[in-house]
């Protein structure tokens, strides 16, 4: 069991690009909802075989917990599950909840990553974001943080947003690779349905960018990242040092891990179970003991798919061995794969396949090339 997931599903203002399960009227029934998440825990501790790697809150906005509120789910956890010695505990913090005060009940508590969620440097972007933080807020909780004691923290950016010129891209990716981050997180800004930005896109008042300007700035990305020192070992996380994210590197290598909370996801080989992603529905199913979860049995086109569509968004690609224990390429794959090969953007080595830098740009689409149908 390689982690840990605690999804926590409060926020204080709802950001206009995000479609991910939280709340903003959550008040009236925190307490029900961390004692929920608590005794799913407590439920689910026969899963986790192997000592866990990783613990990791995410939401939402898990900074918006209290100190007790972490503390139960911390002890929780300690309680019924066993630990490695030396394991990730991250916790997902907005710029604008990063105190002295929180920081060091963090620190009390044993959560030793942070990934602070910036998004962007730049007023007009975190206005119609609806982001609660300003540039210097962003900077000052890297700094802060890194003052009180935390060596290992991760921001969060955003490349391809409407009116964001390239210059502006590079200035913000100078300020917070040069502010001692050890980790990267940098996506390009992607349409979800039901959004207020998919809104303002479809009524004309939102322009977004042409491909070209966002391919731009992913490369203005990867020259940057590389020439500080980091190196880019998935295609949107890049690691100082190779401090990867411990969790979210088991997501991309299909290792088993246990998801708590509403709406929060689990694995293990050939199977796949997610819970619901609603609040009150939740909280009660897990009082009166009632299924608060749906289930898949993954069958072996699913795997061999996943295979190909989290192994080349890695630094560790697609392993031979795992195509093997499939029967192998088909001829047609075998002749996609010497074209990719072919054009630079697929490399092989030893042990396995990997996309390259240029492929990177590509991965989900090439990744979609080998999937399997039937």
């Not at 394991?87 to 009390?108: F, R, Y």
């Not at 990177?360 to 999937?371: E, S």
């Amino acid at each position: 069991m390689a982690g840990l997931y605690v999804h926590i599903p409060f926020c204080a203002k709802k950001c206009s690009y995000c479609d991910f399960h939280f709340s903003t009227q959550f008040e009236a029934y925190r307490n029900d909802m961390v004692s929920a998440i608590v005794k799913e825990i407590e439920l689910r501790q026969n899963e986790a075989l192997n000592p866990l790697e990783s613990i990791y809150f995410g939401g939402g906005t898990p900074s918006l917990l209290k100190k007790k509120e972490l503390s139960l789910i911390l002890e929780s956890i300690n309680k019924y599950y066993k630990k490695k010695e030396r394991i990730e505990v991250t916790l997902e913090a907005n710029p604008e909840d990063v105190s002295v005060e929180n920081l060091i009940d963090w620190l009390e508590l044993g959560i030793n990553r942070l990934s602070i969620g910036i998004q962007s440097l730049k007023k007009e972007d975190l206005n119609w974001m609806n982001r609660g933080h300003s540039e210097q807020d962003a900077l000052s909780s890297i700094s802060l943080a890194l003052k009180t004691g935390f060596k290992n923290i991760s921001a969060d950016l955003m490349y391809g947003l409407p009116g964001l010129t390239k210059n502006e891209w590079d200035k913000h990716l100078n300020l917070v690779v040069n502010s001692g981050i050890t980790h990267l997180s940098a996506y390009c800004l992607t349409l979800e349905k039901g959004t207020v930005l998919a809104h303002k896109v479809k009524t004309g008042n939102t322009i977004l960018p042409e491909d070209d300007q966002i391919e731009l700035q992913y490369n203005a990305l990867i020259t940057k990242l590389l020439s500080a020192g980091f190196e880019q070992y998935e295609v949107s996380n890049f690691a100082y040092n190779k401090m990867y994210s411990l969790h979210n590197s088991s997501y991309w290598k299909s290792i088993n891990y246990i998801g708590v909370g509403p709406s929060a996801h689990s694995f293990s080989a050939g199977y796949r179970r997610w819970n619901i992603a609603n609040n009150q529905v939740y909280i009660r199913s897990i009082k009166s003991g009632s299924l608060f979860h749906e289930d898949e049995v993954l069958s072996k086109k699913d795997l061999w798919n996943e295979l190909f569509l989290t192994g080349f968004r890695t630094r560790w690609g697609v392993n031979k061995k795992q195509i093997v224990q499939f029967g192998g390429f088909s001829k047609q794959e075998s002749i996609l794969l010497q074209r990719l090969i072919g054009e630079g953007k697929v490399r092989e080595e030893k042990s396995c396949y990997v996309l390259t830098s240029s492929g990177f740009l590509f991965a989900d689409a090439i990744a979609q090339d080998f999937f399997r149908l039937l």
